[in-house]
T-cell receptor, first 111, second 109 residues
């Protein structure tokens, strides 16, 4: 089975900090995605990548950037963290038979 | 625009009380309809993939079905451990899935 690993389960950061969320998949998948999940709003797509060094904006890219230097790793960057970016962040890798395989999530709190 | 709608948003059942969750979709050229289960504080876990109308998949107390406009997740004689949020997603012409907002199921003992 594909494994998607997110580096942190819980993070607490201060307003204005630069935050890096890391995601690694182990099955050579080309397509990777970053979502945030908030109560009542469901999953919202931040950024996605179809290949190394390629990225496309999702529905809510403001305040975020991404990096994909290697196929297996897709990083989400909060350039200057704000309290409205407190959320659950989910990374996913595209798997033909299963749609996505998700990581276990990172609960980010910005104080 | 592709869209997925789940209903109800939340459902409370007594243990053993069977019910169905609805997922309506409007997607051009459906390539797959997916169901996931998500426990609190965790990432969604894959349950089923359906590809064409009339298809059915089963796993323990869960059965997923698909029509041209809807998918249903039937839960037969649920147990408290079935309590979770259930997500439905559809794939059309893009590699991106379109998700519903989820349905929170609570099964009381």
């Amino acid at each position: 089975d594909v494994k998607v690993t997110q580096s942190s389960r819980y993070l607490v950061k201060r307003t204005g900090e630069k935050v890096f969320l890391e995601c690694v998949q182990d099955m050579d998948h080309e397509n990777m995605f970053w979502y945030r999940q908030d109560p009542g709003l469901g999953l919202r797509l931040i950024y996605f990548s179809y290949d190394v060094k390629m990225k496309e904006k999702g529905d809510i890219p403001e305040g975020y950037s991404v990096s994909r230097e290697k196929k297996e790793r897709f990083s989400l960057i909060l350039e200057s963290a704000s309290t409205n970016q407190t959320s659950m962040y989910l990374c996913a890798s595209r798997s033909n038979a299963r749609g996505y395989t998700f990581g276990s999530g990172t609960r980010l709190t910005v104080v | 625009e592709d869209q997925v709608t789940q209903s109800p948003e939340a459902l409370r059942l007594q243990e053993g009380e069977s019910s169905s969750l609805n997922c309506s979709y409007t997607v051009s050229g459906l390539r797959g309809l997916f169901w996931y289960r998500q426990d609190p504080g965790k990432g969604p876990e894959f349950l089923f993939t359906l590809y064409s109308a009339g298809e059915e998949k089963e796993k323990e107390r869960l059965k997923a079905t698909l029509t041209k406009k809807e998918s249903f997740l039937h839960i037969t004689a649920p147990k408290p451990e079935d309590s979770a949020t259930y997500l439905c997603a559809a794939q059309g012409g893009s590699e991106k899935l379109v998700f519903g907002k989820g349905m929170k199921l609570t099964v009381n003992p």
